[in-house]
């Protein structure tokens, strides 16, 4: 009885999969050449039909068949079909396009395992073994149906995650390919001399059939393979389109920088030093990248409010009046104003705003007070201060540098920011400005 109705099953199975191949290949003959991993269902569906058959008839007659024969054959049985399981996965993950390294690695792993238990299978019986004629289930049995279950979990879960970006012919796809065995290895597991779990890869080639792609399918595939490297093109020239604007845009803001500077002989370069000096003290508080970026930016436009100052009050070589110093102070409203609406540069507007705040609240203009006033007009602050210091100015000559060490710890805590201060004086005094 079991014999015969194995043998019909595989026979029927092997018939369909024998149409399907051909009636798939008259119609799809380009699909059928570049779909390399449905084909190999197809033919290792078929192989473990065939091999089902011939693992019946040694089973049927194990009293007169070599134990060695029972065991090779369905030892081949069982890893056939797990690879239809296997080759299974793989075209799913392939046409839903997330095979990724890991699920690489899982289900290899897996694969590789389940081989390696067969052959040990053979001297120790652990999955199954032949005795007295009469095929035996080992204590580790149940790993024929963890193993194909453990892919078909991985591939559920991935189907839960990303239902929302299938379409409905994928979702039948993925749908069939966790329902179907789990279904038969069920079947399976409560009725083990009816070995149907071949079959089911026959009713998931059928499914496969019906969601495949249109006959353009092999056009959509060459697509498919080239949008990976089509994309990284793309997004190259981007990323390139990118990094020009940037350069240009940093490129402008220097120029900027330098035509402010230009207003005064004495203050040529003033901009470009305190970034540097500004980015030295990013750089080593840990600042990101962006983020140092956006410092040299908005500290090379931290003056940028002294278009609107007269030369005659930036280049007055004696002290300056009560008025005049108020003009000077205006420098930092026109900066705030100029850069208000320039969203592209954060931080540049609160820098050009707040860099003459000072820390115990008697800045300008809005005196504001310790860690109110922001992080990078504090830092813009300090470097601004000892450029002033370290530069030749219409009023003055450069100070020594036991002069500038001196002011600046004379203000920690009053002008500046004691910490940021600390970390500046760190930088100045191992020459790394």
């Not at 194990?62 to 079909?81: D, E, G, H, K, M």
């Not at 690879?83 to 289900?107: A, D, N, Q």
């Not at 390696?116 to 080992?138: A, C, H, M, P, R």
């Not at 030093?273 to 080593?284: D, F, L, N, P």
Request: glycine fraction near 4%; include cysteine.
């Amino acid at each position: 009885m079991n014999l015969i109705y194995n043998i019909n099953f595989d026979v029927a199975g092997i018939i369909i999969l024998l149409l399907v191949m051909i009636i798939f290949k008259a119609q799809y003959t380009l699909a059928f050449k570049s779909n390399k991993i449905f084909v190999a269902v197809l033919w290792m569906s078929m192989v473990t039909c065939i091999i089902d058959i011939i693992t019946v008839f040694t089973i049927t007659y194990a009293a007169i068949v070599p134990n060695w024969v029972n065991i090779l054959t369905n030892s081949l049985y069982f890893f056939s079909a797990f690879s239809c399981t296997y080759l299974g996965s793989v075209y799913i993950f392939e046409s839903i396009h997330f095979y990724t390294k890991f699920h690489k690695f899982y289900v290899n792993i897996i694969a590789t395992v389940y081989l390696l238990l067969l052959i040990i299978n053979s001297f120790t019986g652990l999955i199954f073994y032949f005795e007295d004629g009469q095929y035996k289930q080992g204590p580790f049995f149940i790993l024929n149906y963890i193993s194909s279950l453990l892919i078909i979990i991985d591939v559920g879960i991935v189907f839960i995650l990303r239902r929302k970006f299938l379409t409905p012919t994928k979702l039948l796809l993925n749908s069939s390919f966790i329902i179907i065995p789990i279904i038969f290895i069920c079947i399976q597991f409560f009725f083990p001399y009816y070995l149907l779990t071949c079959f089911c890869m026959v009713l998931i080639t059928i499914v496969m059939i019906f969601t495949l792609d249109t006959p353009d399918f092999y056009e959509l595939e060459y697509l498919r393979k080239n949008l990976e490297t089509e994309v990284a093109q793309q997004t190259k020239q981007i990323i390139d389109r990118e990094k020009q604007i940037e350069n240009m845009s940093v490129e402008m803001v220097q120029a900027l920088a330098q035509a402010i500077d230009e207003k005064d002989e004495y203050t040529k370069g003033h901009s470009v030093r305190v970034a540097q000096y500004s980015v030295a003290i990013g750089k080593e508080i840990g600042l990101s990248e962006e983020k140092i970026k956006f410092l040299n930016i908005a500290a090379l436009l931290h003056d940028i409010g002294k278009i609107g100052v007269p030369d005659i009050v930036l280049q007055k070589p004696s002290k300056l009046s009560d008025e005049e110093f108020k003009i000077i102070q205006q420098h930092t409203l026109n900066g705030g104003k100029i850069l208000h609406n320039v969203t592209s540069l954060p931080y540049a507007e609160e820098v050009a705003l707040h860099h003459h705040e000072r820390f115990d609240g008697t800045g300008y203009p809005d005196q504001m007070k310790g860690s109110d006033i922001p992080y990078f007009a504090r830092i813009v602050s300090i470097a601004d201060a000892y450029d002033a210091m370290s530069t030749k100015r219409v009023y003055r000559d450069k100070l020594d540098t036991a002069e500038i060490r001196k002011r600046l710890l004379d203000n920690r805590g009053t002008q500046f920011d004691p910490q940021l201060l600390d970390i500046f004086l760190n930088l100045f005094e191992t020459n790394r400005l």
